[in-house]
Antibody, heavy 116, light 106 residues
Framework: QVLLQESGPGLVKPSETLSLTCNVS????????LTWIRQSPGKGLEWIGY???????NYNPSLQSRVTISFDRSSHQVSLRMTSVTAADTAVYFC??????????WGQGTLVTVSS | DIQMTQSPSTLSASVGDRVTITCRAS??????LAWYQQKPGKAPKLLIY???TLQGGVPSRFSGSGSGTEFTLTISGLQPEDSATYYC????????FGQGTKVEIK
């Protein structure tokens, strides 16, 4: 069974870097990928990017210049790094795992507020 | 970017009703479309992928159809636990989501 757990600081100052991790237990194997999406308060869903188990990544073009997703096999953690954050980056961030189909397993989400 | 437009934005229906939600893509996406259900404070739940394939464990009252640019999600026999917001998502190119349809029970 795959379990995902997001973690990271709940408050980030404007212009600083947001760093989140997704702890993956079980199921992140060859052929699968880990994705990050976010949801601003009261709004819809926005895809941030995904990383394959092999290490290749793909990003939302609107965020690509500020986002890096990486995978540490030794710790079974997938990381999201977003630079130069503004209030518009305030959202609940979810990590999800997919394979042949879109993500069918998700973490519970973590709220990040950008404020001074 | 491929834009996804859902309609309606909200709908109110009675238990047992048949409910249909439409999703239109700004360009053809073959059948690379998924539907999710999201309840407040929860992660989205995958219902359907490849436009019409039911995810394991999802009740058979949910069904999806369509290809190209027009897709539908149908709930046949609405249940109280179906009260939620539903999103379509295309994964033909860079992923994009529809704006959501909130389903309320009368």
């Amino acid at each position: 069974q795959v379990l995902l757990q997001e973690s990271g600081p709940g408050l980030v100052k404007p212009s600083e870097t947001l760093s989140l991790t997704c702890n993956v237990s079980g199921g992140f194997i060859s052929g699968s990928y880990l994705t990050w999406i976010r949801q601003s308060p009261g709004k819809g869903l926005e895809w941030i990017g995904y990383i394959f188990y092999s290490g290749g990544a793909n990003y939302n073009p609107s965020l690509q210049s500020r986002v890096t997703i990486s995978f540490d096999r030794s710790s079974h953690q997938v990381s999201l790094r977003m630079t130069s954050v503004t209030a518009a980056d305030t959202a609940v961030y979810f990590c999800g795992r997919g394979g042949a189909a879109p993500p069918d397993t998700w973490g519970q989400g973590t709220l990040v507020t950008v404020s001074s | 970017d491929i834009q996804m437009t859902q309609s309606p934005s909200t709908l109110s229906a009675s238990v047992g009703d048949r409910v249909t939600i439409t999703c239109r893509a700004s360009q053809a996406i073959t059948n690379w479309l998924a539907w999710y259900q999201q309840k407040p404070g929860k992660a989205p739940k995958l219902l359907i992928y490849k436009a019409s394939t039911l995810q394991g464990g999802v009740p058979s009252r949910f069904s999806g159809s369509g290809s190209g640019t027009e897709f539908t999600l149908t709930i046949s026999g609405l249940q109280p636990e179906d009260s939620a917001t539903y999103y379509c998502q295309q994964y033909s190119g860079y992923w994009t989501f529809g704006q959501g349809t909130k389903v309320e029970i009368k």
